[in-house]
């Protein structure tokens, strides 16, 4: 079993930055996809941005530009780094992983750290 633990959410003014981390309890990058999602009030998750076993990521149209996917293999953290924030980015943000193709395994999900916009 893995444990996807998140931290870095907060409080920020429009136009601001945070960056988000999640730390998993043993390494499974190789094996593993892993993304951010997020889930703002009333409405279903959304993929933010996924960063491949092989290191390829991609993003939501939306954050496109604003938003960097990246981790360390060593420390085997995801970093979602966030700037120029607006309202409409608020929610409650999640890390998951997913296995490979190939790779019999569980999806994992952390218990989400809240992200809110405002002045």
């Given amino acids: ?3 996807l633990v998140e931290s870095g959410g907060g409080l920020v003014q429009p136009g601001g930055s945070l960056r ?3 730390a998993a309890s043993r390494s499974i990058f190789s094996f593993y996809d892993m993304g951010w999602y997020r889930q703002a009030p009333g ?3 959304e993929l933010v941005a996924t960063i491949t076993s092989g290191g390829t990521t ?3 149209d939306s954050v496109k530009g604003r938003f960097t996917i990246s981790r360390d293999n060593a420390k085997n953290t995801v970093y ?3 700037n120029s924030l607006n309202p409409e980015d608020t929610a409650v943000y999640y890390c998951n992983g997913k296995p490979i193709l190939g790779i019999r395994g ?4 952390g ?3 809240q ?3 405002s002045s």
């Fill in 80 to 82: 979602l780094q966030m």
């Fill in 106 to 109: 569980p999806t994992y999900w």
């Fill in 115 to 117: 992200v809110t916009v």
């Fill in 58 to 60: 991609n993003y939501a």
């Fill in 111 to 113: 218990q989400g750290t």
């Fill in 20 to 22: 988000l981390s999640c």
């Fill in 43 to 45: 409405k279903q998750r």
């Fill in 1 to 3: 079993q893995v444990q």
